[in-house]
C-alpha cells in the first residue's frame, strides 16, 4: 500500500500558559510546512491536535473532557487522528491511553518537532504512538515564537525549571532548564522587526534565569539591552520571573527605553510558613526588599503577582499575611488561583486540608481587595500621559480602541481605526479598576 501524503486539514487548539500557545503556534508553522493545511473548526479537522496543560486539575479536566468527545465522534465511525500534545502528555505518558483509548498520538513538551513525521507513521500503520520524554530539547528552536498580531509577538527564550516549587508540575513535565543562545533569538528578534514587528514578549517558565548555562555568559538583562537596539523594536516584555533569580540588574534593566516597566513576579503567599512549605526559597521580607529595589532602579514601574490561595495547612492567619502584602506592594494586576494537588509533588503528600468553600472565599476576597487597590491607582493616572500600542476594537465597544500602556494596563482610547499597530500618547481622562479611558494627545 502506497503511504497516504495528501495535505490534512489540521486543527492546533493550545490550552493553558502563553509558552503553551507559543508551541501550539510553532507546531502549525511545522504542520503547515509539510504541507497540511490549518483550520479553525475542530469539527472540520482530519487531525486535532491539542496542546494542553496541567498545572492544575481543572486544567487537565477541560482537555480530556473536550478529547472525550473527539473520541466519542470517532467510536461513532468518524475518521480523525486525535493528538494529545503538551504538558497532560508529559505526565500521563502511556496512561493517557488508558483514559481515551481512541488517542491515535501522544507527544509530550519536548517531542514537537516529531509531530509531522508521527502523523505520517499514524496514517501509514495506525496508532497508537507514544512519544514523551523531557532528554534532549525540541529540534524546532529556530523558529519559536508566536505572533498575536502584525505588530507583536511572543518569543520562547528558555524552557523548563529547576526550582522544584512543592506545589507545581512545571519542572516534571517541562524538564530542566535550558537557554537558547542570545544569537538565534537575536536573529529571529530582527527577523520579526523586519516584518513589521515592534512589541516582543520573552517567555520562559523561569525567565529571569535565563543565560544559565550559557558559554560566553549572557543574563536577561544583556539580552533586553541587545534587542533594545534591533531596529523596529519599541517594546519589549518579559513573563515570568521568581523572585528568588531577581538581579539587581534586571531591575536596572526595567528602566531601559525600550523595556516595559513591568514585572510579574509571582508572591504566591506573604506567609512565611507558607513560603517555606512552597520551597519557594524566599521570605516575605525578601520579596519586600526586592519590590523595593525594584522601585528604586526602575520608578514607577508596575508589579504583578500570582498567588496560591488553600495551600495544604493554610489558616486564617497565613491568608492574612498575603492579604498584607497585597496592601502593602498595590499590585497593578493579581492573579489567584486555588491550589490543586498534584500528583507527583512534594506538597501532594501532604492533605490537601482547606476546604473547597474556604478557598473560593479567600479566592474571592482577594480579588475583589485587588480591584479596590487598583480603582484607586487607576484613578491617580486621571490627567496623565500614557503610551499605548493600538491593538485594535475594543472587544466591549469595537466603536473604540484598546490598546495597553506599557505597564501593561489596559487603554480605551477615543481614536480613528488607522490607529492599530501604532504608538500613541494618550491623555487619560477617567479610570476604573480595569482600565484607563482617554484620547490622542493633540499633535505640536
Ligand atoms: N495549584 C494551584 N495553582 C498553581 N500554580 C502552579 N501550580 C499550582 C497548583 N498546584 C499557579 C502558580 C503559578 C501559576 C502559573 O499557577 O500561582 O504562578
Ligand atoms: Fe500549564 Fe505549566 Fe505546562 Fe504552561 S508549563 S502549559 S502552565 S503546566
Not at 96 to 122: N, Q
Not at 300 to 313: E, Q, Y
Request: glycine residues 8%.
Amino acid at each position: 500500500m502506497e503511504a497516504d501524503i495528501s495535505p490534512l486539514k489540521v486543527c492546533v487548539v493550545p490550552f493553558g500558559c502563553q509558552m503553551n500557545r507559543a508551541d501550539a503556534s510553532a507546531i502549525q508553522e511545522l504542520l503547515e510546512r509539510r504541507g497540511h493545511v490549518p483550520v479553525r473548526d475542530e469539527d472540520e479537522a482530519d487531525a486535532v491536535i491539542y496542546v494542553t496543560c496541567t498545572v492544575r486539575q481543572h486544567a487537565e479536566d477541560r482537555a480530556f473532557s473536550r478529547l472525550g468527545r473527539h473520541a466519542r465522534r470517532k467510536r461513532d465511525g468518524r475518521r480523525v487522528i486525535l493528538v494529545l500534545a503538551g504538558c497532560c502528555a508529559e505526565k500521563e505518558a502511556r496512561g493517557a491511553l488508558e483514559r481515551l483509548p481512541e488517542l491515535d498520538i501522544v507527544c509530550g513538551t519536548r517531542r514537537f518537532h516529531l509531530l509531522p513525521e508521527l502523523l505520517d507513521r499514524v496514517r501509514a500503520q495506525g496508532g497508537p504512538i507514544v512519544a514523551v520524554g523531557l532528554d534532549g530539547r525540541p529540534g524546532h528552536e529556530g523558529g519559536f515564537h508566536w505572533r498575536t498580531s502584525p505588530f507583536q509577538a511572543f518569543v520562547t527564550v528558555m524552557r523548563g525549571c529547576d526550582n522544584f516549587c512543592s506545589y507545581c508540575i512545571v519542572p516534571y513535565v517541562r524538564g530542566r532548564e535550558y537557554s537558547r543562545p542570545p544569537d538565534e533569538i537575536l536573529d529571529e528578534v530582527k527577523r520579526l522587526a523586519d516584518d513589521g514587528v515592534k512589541e516582543i514578549t520573552f517567555l520562559g517558565q523561569n525567565v529571569n534565569s535565563y543565560g544559565k548555562g550559557l558559554e560566553p555568559p549572557c543574563d536577561l538583562a544583556e539580552l533586553l539591552a541587545r534587542a533594545g537596539e534591533v531596529e523596529g523594536i519599541e517594546r519589549l516584555k518579559f513573563v515570568t520571573s521568581h523572585p528568588k533569580d531577581l538581579t539587581p540588574e534586571l531591575a536596572d534593566a526595567l528602566a531601559l527605553p525600550k523595556v516595559c516597566p513591568y514585572l510579574h513576579l509571582p508572591a504566591q503567599s506573604g506567609s512565611n510558613r507558607i513560603l517555606a512549605a512552597m520551597n519557594r526559597g524566599y521570605t516575605r521580607e525578601r520579596y519586600l526588599e526586592l519590590v523595593e529595589m525594584v522601585r528604586e532602579r526602575a520608578p514607577g514601574a508596575a508589579l504583578a503577582s500570582d498567588f496560591i490561595v488553600g495551600f495544604p495547612g493554610e489558616t486564617e492567619e497565613d491568608y492574612l499575611r498575603t492579604r498584607e502584602l497585597v496592601e502593602r506592594v498595590r499590585f497593578s494586576q493579581v492573579f489567584v488561583f486555588k491550589y490543586s494537588p498534584r500528583r507527583g509533588t512534594a506538597a501532594a503528600r501532604l492533605p490537601d486540608d482547606v476546604p473547597a468553600e474556604v478557598k473560593k472565599r479567600r479566592n474571592n476576597d482577594l480579588l475583589a481587595l485587588h480591584l479596590e487597590i487598583a480603582a484607586e491607582d487607576n484613578a491617580k493616572l486621571v490627567g496623565s500621559t500614557v503610551e499605548v500600542l493600538v491593538e485594535g476594537p475594543s472587544r466591549r465597544d469595537p466603536s473604540r480602541l484598546a490598546g495597553r500602556a506599557p505597564t501593561e494596563r489596559i487603554v480605551i482610547v477615543d481614536g480613528p481605526p488607522e490607529l492599530k499597530g501604532e504608538i500613541v500618547r494618550v491623555r487619560v481622562e477617567s479610570a476604573t479598576a480595569l482600565a484607563l479611558y482617554g484620547r490622542p494627545e493633540e499633535e505640536g
